[in-house]
């Protein structure tokens, strides 16, 4: 009579299983974290295109001035539209619009919090904006009613997460992302790193 193996996997096939398993991962684990932090900055890029393209819209509908404000004020501080402090590295924005009667106070129109998603929407997000305008800057681009930048200056928003690697630009391997707003008002999201005429993605 012949004796018949047990079904199943030995021991030893098991141990080979899961170091095939966690030799895999472990190459895996590096793109894996890369993917997300791209992911991440992606999403911050999107939050701050959506909120700079709001006050130009709102700004064409008012046929009115429209603030984009950078700044690091709690997003639930009372009337912040008129006590939000503006900074040029701001990690929240506001978007407000002011009263067109003498001495009018300012309206809030639109805002996001750095940390959004988190349980403290006040908490501050890994990414880093950096913007540059004009000399002077201080975190308020002003769109005017027809929707281009109210000083007829460009600006632009460098968003980068330090913490998570060097960006591709630099040699790195993190996708950092712009933002650009043309004097007329046109606004754009690119990819530094991305090949000018060879890639769509490209500032």
């Given at each position: 009579?012949?004796?018949?193996?047990?079904?199943?996997?030995?021991?030893?096939?098991?141990?080979?299983g899961v170091a095939l398993i966690?030799?895999?991962?472990?190459?895996?684990?590096?793109?894996?974290?890369?993917?997300?932090?791209?992911?991440?900055?992606?999403?911050?890029?999107?939050?701050?295109?959506?909120?700079?393209?709001?006050?130009?819209?709102?700004?064409?509908?008012?046929?009115?001035?429209?603030?984009?404000?950078?700044?690091?004020?709690?997003?639930?501080?009372?009337?912040?539209?008129?006590?939000?402090?503006?900074?040029?590295?701001?990690?929240?924005?506001?978007?407000?619009?002011?009263?067109?009667?003498?001495?009018?106070?300012?309206?809030?129109?639109?805002?996001?919090?750095?940390?959004?998603?988190?349980?403290?929407?006040?908490?501050?997000?890994?990414?880093?904006i950096t913007a540059t305008g004009?000399?002077?800057?201080?975190?308020?681009?002003?769109?005017?009613?027809?929707?281009?930048?109210?000083?007829?200056?460009?600006?632009?928003?460098?968003?980068?997460?330090?913490?998570?690697?060097?960006?591709?630009?630099?040699?790195?391997?993190?996708?950092?992302?712009?933002?650009?707003?043309?004097?007329?008002?046109?606004?754009?999201?690119?990819?530094?790193?991305?090949?000018?005429?060879?890639?769509?993605?490209?500032?």
């Amino acid at each position: 009579m012949l004796s018949r193996r047990p079904s199943g996997f030995t021991i030893v096939e098991l141990m080979v299983g899961v170091a095939l398993i966690a030799v895999i991962l472990a190459m895996g684990a590096p793109m894996l974290g890369t993917y997300l932090q791209n992911a991440k900055l992606g999403t911050a890029t999107q939050d701050w295109y959506t909120g700079l393209q709001d006050a130009r819209t709102e700004a064409i509908h008012r046929n009115a001035p429209v603030d984009f404000v950078m700044t690091d004020t709690a997003v639930n501080t009372a009337n912040l539209a008129n006590v939000v402090a503006p900074s040029a590295t701001g990690h929240s924005w506001a978007v407000r619009a002011s009263d067109p009667s003498p001495g009018g106070t300012y309206s809030l129109v639109e805002v996001k919090g750095g940390g959004e998603g988190a349980d403290d929407p006040n908490s501050i997000s890994s990414a880093q904006i950096t913007a540059t305008g004009p000399a002077g800057f201080d975190g308020i681009v002003t769109f005017n009613g027809f929707g281009g930048t109210a000083d007829g200056n460009p600006y632009t928003f460098d968003i980068r997460n330090s913490a998570a690697g060097t960006c591709k630009a630099d040699g790195g391997t993190i996708r950092c992302r712009r933002i650009v707003v043309t004097s007329g008002g046109r606004i754009t999201a690119c990819d530094p790193a991305a090949s000018a005429g060879a890639d769509t993605r490209a500032c």
